[in-house]
């Protein structure tokens, strides 16, 4: 945990915010879709960094748990929150060893991913809640170093989220663009 941790305050240690405060886009289009499908307002932000989805569900009207590794991202969240006026329940967590104790409406993945993890959250959803998964594609566009073991291959989101009982609602993989994606909506029965 240490070394992941000291990465990612050296990230967000700077005044500018990494992915800036705007929610991520895929977030802002489907937020709609997703408030009608969730059986209520509890949401979990995984790895919120430095809280710009996990605000805008609060300002959505969701009641919103961020998890993050880095205290600097989340100092950042939390003053962040203060102007805007909202409230979110930021936790300095390490989501390698992480157990969830309660149960979620709706569940937010973006740019991360712990495969031991994924099971975990189906598991945290209320019947009927929702995930909303987006994250890096392991694909000949992608720019930069990246870890392989944290990038997924193509198709293999689809194939893990098919093994739970639930239906994916939406999944897509953008393998040509400049940084590759796949993301997904699944709704657990």
């Given at each position: 945990?240490?070394?992941?941790?000291?990465?990612?305050?050296?990230?967000?240690?700077?005044?500018e915010?990494?992915?800036?405060?705007?929610?991520?886009?895929?977030?802002?289009e489907?937020?709609?879709?997703?408030?009608?499908?969730?059986?209520?307002?509890?949401?979990?932000?995984?790895?919120?960094?430095e809280?710009?989805?996990?605000?805008?569900?609060?300002?959505?009207?969701?009641?919103?748990?961020?998890?993050?590794?880095?205290?600097?991202?989340?100092?950042?969240?939390?003053?962040?929150?203060?102007?805007?006026?909202v409230?979110?329940?930021?936790?300095?967590?390490?989501?390698?060893?992480?157990?969830?104790?309660?149960?979620?409406?709706?569940?937010?993945?973006?740019?991360?991913?712990?495969?031991?993890?994924?099971?975990?959250l189906?598991?945290?959803?209320?019947?009927?809640?929702?995930?909303?998964?987006?994250?890096?594609?392991?694909?000949?566009?992608?720019?930069?170093?990246?870890?392989?073991?944290?990038?997924?291959?193509?198709?293999?989101?689809?194939?893990?989220?098919?093994?739970?009982?639930?239906?994916?609602?939406?999944y897509?993989?953008?393998?040509?663009?400049?940084?590759?994606?796949?993301?997904?909506?699944?709704?657990?029965?």
């Amino acid at each position: 945990m240490g070394d992941e941790r000291l990465k990612w305050d050296e990230r967000y240690s700077g005044e500018e915010y990494l992915l800036g405060v705007e929610p991520s886009s895929f977030l802002t289009e489907k937020i709609g879709l997703i408030k009608s499908l969730c059986p209520g307002r509890r949401a979990l932000d995984i790895a919120c960094g430095e809280g710009r989805n996990s605000i805008f569900l609060a300002q959505a009207g969701f009641a919103v748990t961020g998890l993050d590794i880095s205290r600097k991202g989340l100092d950042k969240a939390i003053r962040r929150m203060n102007e805007e006026g909202v409230q979110v329940d930021f936790q300095l967590a390490d989501l390698e060893s992480y157990e969830f104790f309660e149960t979620y409406d709706l569940i937010i993945n973006f740019n991360f991913l712990l495969r031991e993890l994924i099971p975990k959250l189906v598991f945290a959803l209320n019947p009927g809640g929702v995930i909303v998964f987006d994250t890096i594609l392991d694909a000949p566009t992608l720019q930069g170093m990246h870890n392989r073991r944290f990038l997924l291959l193509p198709g293999e989101l689809r194939a893990i989220f098919e093994g739970f009982a639930g239906k994916i609602l939406y999944y897509e993989e953008k393998p040509l663009d400049m940084t590759p994606t796949a993301k997904l909506i699944f709704q657990k029965v």
